[in-house]
């Protein structure tokens, strides 16, 4: 029975990767499991680039490395320094609606789309909802539903991945968010799925696909961590300062907030609760802290005339 739903789950990775392969293609590549096994796929269908993203001596760098060498394939490694990481966060930030958190580990996805040379971007993006990959899976008392975490996923793609490949004319492919994939995964339960370590079928299903044992043994290390974009933005971004408003009603605060937008994303972070703006303004030192403040309340003040 193993050996059959084995069988089908390999062979829907295998088609979904193929009918991807319509046009050359860049891999956004960490050296893991996920997207180490898609480019290993898609070699035998097309012409693929691999992007390897990350701070120096980053984790994703040298798993990339490695990986890409044990696959036999070229690797091109954008090696970037911390100032220029924290750059490359605000000019997304501008461009993108999204939490701290998901600029972080949205980054290297992000570089690898400014930089690739094929208008197909493949990513392992899904492997961790559908198989079960993240450590949260596998805490004491975890209460998990996988079909609920690949749903979200899905309303999040749009406005992140979906979102970056369309601002560099690019076409998104995300094999493991298949419906091949994602049913044939279903054929394994999920306690099947998370097991010990995470991705317990797709790492047996990328060894039968031909995946050297070490690349598809190898455990997670987010993106944010792997690459390093997390702590070139905490190691820059040391300043920054919390504070409320309060006006007359919800569609005020909304209205002001909404009209700051376009001239503070990327340096400040809004969320409107009932009438309150609660904004967090983030700075390398405290001399700009105080310019980003100044001018954001200066919008403030223009935006609350113009509701008047």
Known sequence: ??????????????????????????????????????????????????????????????????????????????????????????????????????????????IAAKNSKNPILMCGQGADEVFGGYARFR????????????????????????????????????????????????????????????????RQAAKMLGLPKEIADRKKKAAQYGSGSQKAIRNIIKHKIDFEMIFDSNHIAKSIAKSTEPENKGWVETNVVDNKIKATIKAKNLGSLREATEDFMACISVAEKLTK
């Open 139 to 202: 805490k004491n008392n975890a209460v998990n539903n996988l079909s609920k975490e690949i749903e979200n996923l899905n309303k999040r793609l749009i406005d992140r991945e979906e979102r970056i490949t369309e601002i560099f004319n690019l076409k998104l492919s995300c094999p493991y968010l298949s419906e091949d994939v994602i049913r044939a995964a279903s054929l394994f339960s999920e306690e099947e799925r998370i097991g010990d370590i995470g991705k317990v079928p797709l």
């Open 1 to 110: 029975m193993e050996d059959k739903r084995l069988k089908i789950l390999c062979n829907a990775i295998d088609l979904t990767v193929k009918e991807s392969c319509n046009n050359s293609i860049t891999v956004s590549f960490s050296g893991g499991i996920d997207s180490t096994l898609v480019a290993f796929l898609a070699k035998k269908y097309s012409d693929v680039e691999l992007i390897a993203v990350g701070t120096p001596e980053s984790h994703d760098l040298e798993a990339a490395k490695t990986a890409a060498k044990m696959i036999g394939m070229d690797l091109t490694v954008l090696e970037i320094e911390q100032n220029e990481m924290v750059s490359e966060g605000f000019k997304m930030q501008k461009e993108m609606n999204l939490t701290a958190i998901e600029v972080e580990f949205m980054l290297p996805f992000w």
